[in-house]
């Protein structure tokens, strides 16, 4: 299992804490009034959908959701909203892959260097570890009730690169290009779809030891704790004990 699909476990099985649902709110609406630049109908604009969806299940009021989707279509005013990707290191060499949605270029990247120096990493030049990392698309199913011989089967059905099973669910990797088709695709086939999305997952893990993984976990998640960044991708491969230590 990629890192990126543990850390998701780890991040589920805490939850979101009250101190930071407001943080998480705004960053949900950054994604979705980007993603409405395209078109304000989430049913003809998938990349609108998936950050709906996202929200719906973080339990975002429907008028922020509304409200978001207004600003991106132009219908009512708002910031101008930049993408932008940065790449970096932390301890061990893990590779960094850091997207970002900000109205302010100059504040993000100072923020990013900031806690990057603070945690033991560093700023990479573009392109130094982009390469070590692929576009995909990321499907997770609730498996209650589920046999995963024919989730297995499914998954091989609709095309997927890789599955994996893990304390409940299923996670699977698709080509991004298909990751609409393999979402509508299970959910036809009556499997319940926890979270659906577009990543970038990582070619070659990185394992090192407990006290390194832990220190550049807590440099991800404050990375992830910035108002401008919205998602942190890495290559660091976490061992299932201390998935399990953190879990708990």
């Keep these: 299992m990629s890192g990126h699909s543990k ?3 780890i991040k589920r099985k805490k939850g979101a804490t009250d101190a930071k649902r407001g943080a998480v709110f705004t960053k949900l609406a950054r994604e979705i009034q980007i993603a409405a630049h395209d078109g304000a109908d989430p049913e003809f604009n998938f990349r609108l959908r998936l950050a709906v969806d996202k929200a719906k299940a ?29 790449e970096g290191y932390a301890a061990g060499g893990v590779a960094l892959y850091i997207e970002v949605l900000t109205d302010n270029r100059n504040r993000a990247l100072s923020e990013i260097r900031y806690v990057l120096s603070r945690g033991n990493g560093a700023m990479g030049e573009s392109g130094s570890v982009a390469w070590q990392f692929d ?51 299970f959910s036809a086939h009556g499997y319940e779809i926890e979270n659906a999305e577009l990543i970038m997952k990582p070619r070659v893990l990185i394992e090192l030891d407990a006290k390194t993984t832990e220190s550049v976990m807590s440099l991800i998640e404050n990375l992830e704790d910035l108002d401008d960044v919205t998602n942190v991708y890495s290559n660091l491969e976490i061992s299932d004990e201390l998935l399990a230590a953190m879990a708990e």
């Design 7 to 9: 850390w998701s476990t």
């Design 58 to 86: 973080a339990n975002m009021p429907k008028d922020n959701i509304e409200r978001a989707i207004r600003r991106g279509s132009g219908a009512d005013k708002a910031d101008e909203l930049e993408e932008i990707a940065y």
């Design 135 to 185: 576009p995909k698309g990321y499907i997770v199913l609730n498996t209650a009730g589920k046999d995963q011989d024919e989730i297995f089967e499914a998954a091989l059905e609709i095309g997927a690169d890789d599955i994996e099973f893990n304390d409940g669910v299923a996670e699977v990797f698709t080509e991004s290009t298909e990751l609409k088709i393999a979402q509508d695709a």
